[in-house]
Nanobody, 118 residues
């Protein structure tokens, strides 16, 4: 099985920064991609950043230029650097890892709360 654990959430003032971490562990032959999503109360979960095994990244316009996704030295670790945070960034942030073992599988963490408020 594969476990995904996020960390780094917390309370930050508008305009501030946070760095989230995601670690995937367990039986992993290779990781195809790792993605960050967020879900605010009463809203649908939305993609905020993605990175492939080849290092290609993708962001929606809403966070482009403010959020940066990167991989750690260990290929099963990914970070999300969030700058210039806005109150609408308040949400639970989830990490999804797409793993290739015998087949592709999506594995989600339980999320980490980010609250942007003064």
């Amino acid at each position: 099985q594969v476990q995904v654990v996020e960390s780094g959430g917390g309370l930050v003032q508008p305009g501030g920064s946070l760095r989230l971490s995601c670690v995937a562990s367990g039986i992993i032959f290779s990781i195809y991609s790792m993605k960050w999503y967020r879900q605010a109360p009463g809203k649908q979960r939305e993609l905020v950043a993605a990175i492939t095994s080849g290092g290609n990244t993708d962001y929606p316009d809403s966070v482009k230029g403010r959020f940066t996704i990167s991989r750690g030295n260990a290929k099963n670790t990914v970070y999300l650097q969030m700058n210039s945070l806005k109150p609408e960034g308040t949400a639970v942030y989830y990490c999804k890892t797409v793993v290739l073992n015998s087949d592709y599988g999506d594995y989600w963490g339980r999320g980490t709360q980010v609250t942007v408020s003064s």
